[in-house]
């Protein structure tokens, strides 16, 4: 199983809507990054967030980390129709990147 | 401004074939590289890393191998390709002692 999971395989929301993705993991960890991957192309990171900050923000995009509950969420506003891509969720294991399963968003215009 | 290529684009290759993708990163000296595979729809798993020139260490074993020959240049290969070799294969790249990884544009492999 994976060390880092999203926990919906896909959403779907109108443009100018604003969407939350949400990923577990199951280890200790120093530092969570979230990915964003579209169609045909490689991942781009979009933000890491370290085990010892609680929120870091990127333009329209804000990740929380919970290390008590083992959980991270990444939330966007005012999605566009570019937002839509696969969104992975990442984590160190033993010198390994981890990524999860991804959220497959689909923005409608 | 650091640059990462990868060829070739795309490959329709037959089982048993033999297979070569490249990798190059440019305005980087010494950096840390890994080759990922996906398949359609699929996460990303990491296949080989590399901290430097001739040292590959292998994370999965799937009948491939890979080669560090230049600082900037990271070779994904097998001898004898398997149908469960198709996939999206990426390349990325990171600065020493960082954890963010910068991923190529990928060559998908459709293997018949």
């Known amino acids: 199983s994976q060390l880092a999971e999203e926990n919906l395989w896909a959403l779907s929301v109108h443009e100018g809507e604003s969407v939350t993705v949400n990923c577990s993991y199951k280890t200790s960890i120093t530092a969570l990054q979230w990915y964003r991957q579209k169609s045909g192309e490689g991942p781009a990171q979009l933000i890491l967030?370290?085990?010892?900050?609680r929120e870091k923000r990127n333009g329209r995009l804000r990740a929380t980390l919970d290390t008590s509950s083992q959980s991270s969420s990444l939330s966007i506003t005012a999605t566009r129709c570019e937002d839509t891509a696969v969104y992975f969720c990442a984590t160190y294991n033993q010198g390994k990147l981890i990524f999860g399963q991804g959220t497959k968003l689909s923005i409608k215009p | 401004a650091q640059t990462i290529h990868q060829w070739p684009v795309a490959e329709i290759k037959a089982v048993g074939s033999p297979l070569s993708l490249g990798c190059t990163i440019k305005?980087?000296?010494?950096?840390?590289l890994y080759w990922y595979w996906q398949a359609t729809g699929g996460t990303l798993q990491q296949l080989f890393y590399?901290?430097?020139?001739?040292?590959v260490e292998s994370v999965v074993q799937l009948n491939l191998s890979a080669s560090r020959p230049k600082d900037d240049q990271f070779i994904l290969s097998t001898e004898k390709l398997l149908l469960s070799h198709s996939g999206f294969y990426l390349c990325?790249?990171?600065?020493?002692?960082?954890?963010?990884?910068?991923f190529g544009p990928g060559t998908r492999l459709l293997v018949l």
């Open positions: 990325a790249w990171s600065p020493w002692g960082q954890d963010t990884q910068y």
């Open positions: 967030i370290r085990s010892n900050e």
């Open positions: 590399s901290i430097t020139v001739g040292q």
């Open positions: 305005g980087k000296s010494s950096p840390n």
